[in-house]
Structure formats: C-alpha cells, structure tokens
C-alpha cells in the first residue's frame, strides 16, 4: 500500500512543479510571495506531500527561499543579481549564435525567420510574443550543437523565470527586438560568425537595458497595495 501511495506522490509533485512554475512564470506568483502548503495544497487540490516535494524542487532551482519566521517564499533578485544574471546570459547567448553561424541548417535558419516574421504579427498579444522569443532563442541554442551550453542556458533561465513581466510588454520594445532578431539572422544566413556575435551582444545588451528600466520603474508593496 506504501509503495502504491509513493508511486501517485511522484507525478503529483512534478505536476505540482510543473503548475508552481507556470504560474510564476505567468506572473500569479510574484517575488516575495509566501508558499504555504496547506494553501497551496486546497488549490491544487493535492496533499500536502507533493506540494513540499516540488517547494523543495524550486528551492533547489534557487527560486525559493526560506524567510525567517515566514517559510518559503518565491526569491526577489536585488539589482546586482539582474546584472549579473543579464552578464551571464550575454555570456552564453553570443557563444551559441557564434556557434549556430557555423552550423545552423537551412531547417533551422527557415524556422528561425519564421518564428521572428510571427512575433511580429502577434506584437498586440504579450504572451504570444513571450513565448515566440522563447523560441527563436531556443533554436539558436539546438543549432549551435553544444549540449553543455544548452544545459547551462536551461539553468540560467529558471533563474529568470523571477525577473518579472517580459521586457517585451515594454512600449517599442517588441519592434526593437524583431529588428535586432533581423540582423542577427542576416550574418547566421551569410555564415558570418564575428557579425552573429557582435548582432546577439547588442541584442542581450539591449534587453538588459530594458530589464533595468522595468527593475527600476516597478512599484513597492506600499505603492502595490
């Protein structure tokens, strides 16, 4: 009976990390929030078990911390962290469009340009366009054909899942990006591995500048309130 209990507790917390993740990465669950099971647990209409099993999966992801007197609650990044976090991420995404210059297929370079032509279809539509950009940069990563990279990038992007809002609810930003997506992918076409470098540093540097603004521009709790 033990054995059969454990057997359902496993998938129930995956798909207790699976929905935590989701909504903070929709934004429902914002830096700061506390995670009480027994809330948590209602909501998902789960026990309490797995609900503790995937808090102490997005804690291991470092997006959870332990508040004294408080429990968990979801992390709030300071503005060193943002900029380091951005450093990092310049760091991987130069190296894997350097990368994808040289080996991209014409498949991956196609679907690429289609994915950038969609973003800008669905500039009116936030979440769309979140999830396109999350996926013209996935392709990079598969085309640049380094499984380490990749696997570095994954994990600084659970990081970023606590940023916020994308920066392309930004006003102009959108356009900015399918612009710079443009140029990125005239030098990947032309094999031009120093210009897709050089394109991707701008691009990174442009969004950082972005986060910042939207870091500095957000309101406290009192404001929120």
């Known amino acids: 009976m033990a054995t059969s209990e454990r057997r359902v507790e496993i998938p129930q917390g995956q798909d207790a990390y699976q929905r935590l993740i989701a909504e903070i990465r929709a934004g429902s669950l914002q830096p700061g929030d506390r995670l009480l099971e027994t809330e948590l647990a209602t909501r998902l209409g789960i026990s309490r078990t797995p609900v503790r099993e995937a808090i102490r999966r997005l804690e291991a992801d470092g997006l959870v911390s332990h508040v004294p007197r408080s429990g968990a609650a979801i992390r709030k990044l300071d503005y060193s962290e943002v900029t380091e976090l951005y450093e990092m991420r310049v760091v991987l995404e130069t190296t894997a ?120 521009e957000r309101p406290t709790h009192n404001e929120e309130e």
């Open 97 to 216: 469009a350097r990368l994808a210059a040289r080996t991209a297929s014409e498949v991956e370079l196609s679907e690429m340009e289609a994915i950038n032509a969609e973003m800008g279809d669905a500039r009116a539509d936030g979440a769309r366009l979140y999830e396109l950009n999350r996926q013209f940069h996935r392709v990079i990563f598969d085309a640049a054909r380094n499984r380490y990279l990749g696997h570095s990038m994954r994990a600084l992007q659970k990081t970023m899942l606590i940023l916020g809002p994308s920066t392309m609810e930004e006003t102009g930003r959108a356009a900015q990006a399918i612009e710079e997506h443009t140029n990125l992918l005239v030098a990947m076409r032309n094999r031009d591995e120093a210009g897709a470098e050089a394109a991707m540093r701008e691009h990174m540097l442009a969004a950082h500048r972005s986060r910042l603004r939207q870091f500095r």
